[in-house]
């Protein structure tokens, strides 16, 4: 019994550790992405258009990714989120995510001129992912200075 128990912990432990932080990323990122389009449809469905209905679910869903980043991805690098370090982490995230969405449509620009353009948002949506995790590992949530 204490065995199975053991077990369990080193699966808990691998799950939350910083090796296991990029597949916590990339699951909060595809439950992000169902958020941005359940908001998308529940925004047509009260009656406005539908740029303004994916522009409302966008910015719903980045503030939902923000806070889970911030609880699953780096749940190890907490602060008080009122506080004047929290306020500046909020702001650097929109910063590397305004950049990731640059990265991601120049990406996009280069590629579809050599390929089909589905392979083409695969490659923006790829070099916009990791740069999006590396500058939100490196700047928004970095750990702090003991």
Known sequence: MAARFANVESISGLIGSGAARPVRFGIVGAVT??????????????GFGSVIAYALGLAVSVQ??????QLVVWHDRPLAMLSRRGVERWVTFHGCIALSLVVNFLGFLVAQMFMPDILAAVVGVGASTALKFLSLDRLAFRAEAA
């Open 64 to 69: 939902f990714n923000f806070v889970v980043n």
């Open 33 to 46: 992405f169902g958020v941005q389009l359940g908001m998308l449809m529940a925004f047509k469905e009260v």
